[in-house]
Structures are given as C-alpha cells and as structure tokens.
C-alpha cells in the first residue's frame, strides 16, 4: 500500500509560479513510476507529467511542455511539479499517482492516488 500526500497548492496570478510536492509512504518507492494529474471543475482527470523510477525519463501533457517540469528526490521519497508562467486554464485540483506506466506514446495511471491539492490561477 502507497500513501501519497500533496502539497504547495494556492493562488496564483496568471504568469505566476508554483511548485508541488508529493511526499510517498512506501519503502519501494524508487521503484514506481510516478505522475501528475489535474481535474478542472467539471472535466474529467487528465494526465499531466511522469517520471520513471530513477528521473531519466519524463513525459508532459503537450499542454504544460516547456511550462512545467516534474522531478523526483528518492532519498525523500517525494516529486514535485515546478509550473512556471501559469494560465487560468491550469486551474484544477492536482493529483499525485503512483504505479502508472507509459507505453505507447500514452500514460497509464497507477492504483495510488493521493487525494489532491488545488492550484487556482487568478486571470
């Protein structure tokens, strides 16, 4: 069992920066695949960024490229999202998940999900 804890949501105006972090309570941490996803009031939950077990392989929605950067510390056990020059449009409460894959140009999200934290860009 993985449990997977959000933080460093807010406010923000457009433009602005934020960055997340999810801290995970597992021993086997290094050993998953780890991604962002978001939710925008209404829409369904769409994949945002991964990285793979050791940080040498990260995926973007083409709708953060070049605007957000994921990472990981294993010897914290925790990712983080950087999201830099923020839009109105990437209000949404962001999820944490582990376990996922990425295969065939799409990401395959895990059986883990933290329970979100919520970024509000102000336009």
């Known amino acids: 069992q993985v449990q997977l804890v959000e933080s460093g949501g807010g406010l923000v105006p457009a433009g602005g920066s934020l960055r997340l972090s999810c801290a995970a309570s597992?021993?086997?941490?290094?050993?998953?695949?780890m991604g962002w996803f978001r939710q925008a009031p209404g829409k369904e939950r769409d994949f945002v960024a991964a990285i793979n077990w050791n940080g040498g392989s990260t995926h973007y929605a083409d709708s953060v490229k070049g605007r957000f950067t994921i990472s990981r510390e294993n010897a914290e056990n925790t990712i983080y999202l950087q999201m830099n020059s923020l839009k109105s449009e990437d209000t949404a409460v962001y999820y944490c998940?582990?376990?996922?894959?990425?295969?065939?140009?799409?990401?395959?999200?895990?059986?883990?999900w933290g329970k979100g934290t919520l970024v509000t860009v102000s336009s």
């Open positions: 597992t021993r086997t941490f290094s050993m998953y695949t």
């Open positions: 998940n582990a376990g996922g894959s990425y295969s065939s140009g799409s990401f395959v999200r895990g059986d883990y």
